[in-house]
């Protein structure tokens, strides 16, 4: 018995930067600004998924992203 697997292949990115308000709230750290950035990340492979995600917003986090999916 027998079966093969491929690995899926990313063949499409789109990054959507989102901001918003929020609350202070106090995490570990501290308290965090009373905003938020974010991208919103979405995927798709050439088997046809589709994947959604989100990362901080910071530039070295776009950076990687943008030079790892060219």
Do not use: C, Y
Request: proline share 6%; aromatic share 8%; hydrophobic share 40%.
């Amino acid at each position: 018995m027998s079966s093969q697997f491929t690995t899926p292949v990313v063949t499409e990115m789109q990054v959507i930067p989102v901001a918003g308000h929020d609350s202070m709230l106090m995490n570990l750290s501290g308290a965090h600004a009373p905003f938020f950035t974010r991208n919103i990340v979405i995927i798709k492979d050439n088997s046809g998924h589709t994947g959604v995600g989100e990362i901080p917003a910071a530039r070295k986090s776009v950076k990687r992203w943008k030079m790892r999916f060219r």
